[in-house]
């Protein structure tokens, strides 16, 4: 029995941040969760936590950013146990906004056919019998 199994979960109400972070796997371990908290890379409704004690409830929106992606995440429940990925995804709403399209690149030079590569030895002395370089 690990030291996470000495409290009961919450059902419903308010749980701490690193934890909940950790259940909804937006962090690797518990540990992890709480240095987001501490570096401040996490908001619970827009405002700037500094503690890993921090509560969350039901509604709250809790933003992370994380290797730098930043996740909008609506809490509906309060975490159980650190589950499969299927489970993770129940206690929250993801409101992350879709990355923005990207640009296409532009292809500056002369364009050659897919696959065409060097001509051969052989095809570049035809080519050069063909423009009289004998």
């Given at each position: ?43 619970v409704n827009r405002e700037k936590i500094r503690k890993a004690s921090e509560t969350v409830k039901p509604g ?75």
């Amino acid at each position: 029995m690990s030291d996470h199994d000495d409290e009961k979960p919450a059902t419903s109400g308010a749980q701490r941040i690193d934890k909940w972070l950790w259940y909804a796997r937006a962090a690797k371990s518990r540990s992890l969760a709480a240095r987001l908290v501490v570096d401040g890379s996490v908001r619970v409704n827009r405002e700037k936590i500094r503690k890993a004690s921090e509560t969350v409830k039901p509604g709250d929106v809790v933003t992370v950013t994380v290797q730098h992606h930043v996740r909008v995440l609506e809490v509906k429940l309060p975490g159980a146990r650190r589950g499969p990925a299927t489970e993770a995804a129940t206690l929250y709403k993801d409101l992350t906004p879709p990355p923005p399209p990207k640009e296409e690149k532009v292809i500056s030079g002369p364009v050659r056919d897919q696959g065409a590569g060097r001509p051969t030895k052989r095809e570049r002395r035809l080519i050069d019998r063909l423009r009289d370089r004998d």
